[in-house]
């Protein structure tokens, strides 16, 4: 028996390979209502299946904002390390999924010793050598029961669960980037709202004190002119910081500096977003790359139980090699020099003090962590939809409002200016007037940066187009 038993020996143990004691996988029922809610808050639209959200490039229209995008998805040390952890879990895979096939050494050696006369057979004393080329098998273990293949089986929904998780990162990076943009641009146009206050502020303050010295304006509406000053002075240091701070959120998520190309003086166009389709199914929510990564870990550990109800069934490995022996080094392709050797071996589990029960419990507990993960990765998914399809139905009803306020507060102040000068009223009323101008204005903004940032989680929430995958390189 050379090498044609060896090969004998494949077959026999691959023949013996076949069941499965991985439980029969059903997805959980989801636990979530079929429908988005309903209500003052949401816009009505018929569900429409066919309807789908659209690519991030299509999404985000300001090239400002993508070119950030671009800079952040080939320079995010986040992303980067996403990336890394697929990569690990693939190689992990891999050596699981190797234990499926034997491993086949080819080994060649040779000794050489001086024998004794006493030890030698020959009663007298001499030098015998060795000389052996060997192929062979070690240790290969026959999986009869599946034990090998449902770990290999675990290893594979691990990996696919990390090529999700790297997608829900690169979604959550593109969101984020966005998000840190647009309160960037904010931040800068409250500056120069604030700027151009205290500007006015500063300008009705010298009016005051120069009218206070002619006598016609009393020092309580000089010390009232001040408070308006000291106050858009405050905010200027504020929002004079915010936009910095800003600034190194922004270079944090890219990677890298802001590219100079960027303009820090540019400000947030009307049509920089999408609009996302109404009418969405509920069931898209089973496209979120958090939610399929859920999925994959729950089916590992299934998998994993087939691998625990396998270990209490008997396990067979097999050590087989052939080759050639002789004492000469040009005897060892000589006929008659020919060796070979089979040991079959096998393990039949009697006591382990519970150790197998206490592992297919620990297996199954973990199935069961995995469901529950799975649901409330589907029930926190639907939570922010609804949420965003509320911000989506009332942001612009209350912008108009705020845009409303803002014109009212302008002719507020306007009129209340003319009377002042007119010496109708005191300078209380102007005061209250300048007062609310500057805060609708400042509100208008913060609103309006809400709304947007609304757009941009819900595009989040989503799954953020899932057309736009990953680039990954398959494990098989």
């Known amino acids: 028996m050379k090498l044609n038993q060896v090969t004998l020996a494949l077959v026999v143990g691959f023949g013996l390979q076949g069941c499965s004691l991985i439980p029969d996988y059903a997805r959980p029922a989801s636990p979530i209502q079929n429908q988005w809610p309903l209500g003052p808050a949401y816009k009505s639209a018929s569900a429409n299946p066919t309807v789908a959200v659209p690519a991030w490039r299509q999404f985000f229209r300001d ?7 671009e800079t952040a998805l080939a320079n995010n040390r986040d992303l980067r390390q996403a990336a890394l952890n697929v990569q690990a879990y693939r190689a992990q895979y891999r050596i699981q999924r190797s234990e499926l096939f034997p491993s086949i050494d080819v080994s060649a050696g040779s000794s050489r010793q001086r024998v004794p006369s ?5 009663g007298k004393s001499g030098i015998e050598s060795q000389y052996g080329l060997n192929v062979g098998i070690t240790s290969y273990e026959l999986d ?6 449902s770990l290999e089986r675990g290893a594979l929904e691990n990996y696919l669960a990390t090529e999700d998780a790297q997608r829900s990162v690169q979604i959550s990076l593109i969101a984020d980037v966005a998000s840190a943009y647009m309160t960037w641009r904010t931040d800068q146009a ?22 206070h010295q002619a006598g016609t304006a009393s020092a309580l509406d000089v010390r009232q002119a001040r408070t308006l000053v000291d106050g858009a002075r405050t905010q200027m240091f504020l929002y004079s910081r915010q936009v910095d701070q800003d600034s190194n959120a922004l270079q944090l998520l890219l990677g890298t500096q802001i590219p100079s190309v960027i303009s820090a003086e540019s400000t947030l166009g009307t049509d920089i977003l999408a609009d996302i389709p109404s009418g969405l199914p509920a069931d898209l929510l089973q496209q979120r790359p958090d939610i399929r990564a859920a999925e994959h870990e729950l089916l590992a550990a299934n998998a994993n ?10 396990s067979i490995s097999l050590t087989t090699s052939a080759g050639t022996t002789s004492a000469q080094l040009d005897g060892l392709f000589k006929g008659g020099s020919g060796n070979w050797s089979f040991s079959p071996q096998i393990n039949i589990p009697i006591f382990n003090g519970g150790r197998l029960r206490a592992n297919l419990d620990y297996s199954e507990i973990q199935k069961d962590i995995g469901v529950v993960k799975y649901e409330k990765s589907i029930q926190t998914a639907f939570r922010e939809v609804a949420d965003g399809l509320a911000a989506l139905g009332t942001y612009d009803g209350q912008l108009q409002a705020q845009r409303d306020l803002v014109r009212s507060s302008q002719e507020y102040y306007d009129m209340a200016k003319q009377r002042y000068d007119e010496g109708v009223d005191n300078y209380l009323t102007l005061l209250d007037a300048q007062r609310h101008l500057f805060s609708s204005r400042q509100q208008l903004l913060t609103d309006r940066l809400q709304q947007l940032d609304s757009q941009v989680q819900l595009y989040k929430a989503l799954g953020g187009g899932w057309q736009d995958k990953t680039q990954t390189v398959s494990a098989r």
């Open 144 to 149: 009869v029961f599946g034990r090998v293949r």
């Open 190 to 211: 409250l500056l120069n709202v604030t700027q151009a206050t205290l500007d006015s502020y500063s300008n009705s303050l010298s009016l005051i004190e120069a009218t």
């Open 118 to 122: 006493d030890l030698a057979t020959t």
């Open 305 to 314: 139980i087939g691998a625990a109800r396998a270990a209490f069934f008997p």
């Open 63 to 69: 090239p400002a904002m993508g070119q950030l995008i």
